[in-house]
């Protein structure tokens, strides 16, 4: 018997607004099984990149697929398993292994043939060029922005950035707190501690409502 596990990911880095929910994931892949007649032994979601290897809850559907518990994953597409080499080699060596029998998707064709098993390589090679290329094309972004003068990432303290124009406004309050941080401590009157502490004082915190690391 042909036992699934359902495996459902949204990163939350992830820009394509038309990947599905992980909620929306679930119920499709509900009503696919239910049409295909699968069998499904549960589900198991995770809301993490799938660009760098490390994932636990995908670790804990191969670790299931090695020991036995389950021999299939369905999940909505190829790139919700693996967007790096490392895990689409994983996923196609235990097809070659025959401890996974079988993979469906709702929305990609695969049989488990040497033919399925290029197309599914094929599929997780251009899951990574996405990624690789969205990357380069954000680093030659602000590599334009610094040489048209504008700063390329999240405004300094000081600063907010303005979503209309995508560019950076001075922060009329809190400015005025920055730039007092800095004449007291210019003026070797007190600490990066205290610098610290002034700033916090007066509202500006990292994420997380913590003091402001200054040194």
Request: proline share 4%; hydrophobic share 35%.
């Amino acid at each position: 018997m042909i036992k699934y596990i359902a495996y459902c990911r949204k990163s939350t880095d992830e820009k394509d607004k038309q990947v599905l929910s992980i909620e929306a994931q679930i119920t499709e892949l509900k009503e696919f099984a239910k049409r295909e007649n699968l069998f499904i032994t549960e589900f198991i979601t995770e809301a993490k990149t799938a660009k760098v290897p490390g994932r636990e809850q995908f670790a804990e559907v191969l670790k299931k697929i090695e020991k036995g518990m389950a021999n299939a994953i369905l999940s909505w597409h190829p790139d919700r398993l693996a967007r790096n080499s490392i895990d689409g080699g994983k996923i196609i060596y235990l097809l070659d292994t025959g401890k996974l029998l079988d993979l469906k998707f709702p929305s990609f064709w695969f049989e488990s043939t040497p033919q399925g098993k290029f197309m599914l390589s094929i599929a997780f090679g251009q899951s990574k060029y996405y990624v690789d290329n969205l990357s380069e094309n954000v680093k030659r972004g602000n590599r334009q922005k610094l040489r048209n003068g504008v700063w390329p990432s999240k405004a300094p303290y000081g600063y907010i950035n303005n979503p209309k124009t995508r560019g950076i406004d001075i922060d009329e309050e809190k400015s005025r707190i920055v730039k007092k941080s800095f004449q007291l401590f210019a003026d070797g009157n007190i600490s990066f501690t205290s610098v610290s502490q002034f700033m916090f004082k007066f509202g500006i915190r990292i994420e997380g409502e913590k003091p402001v690391k200054v040194g």
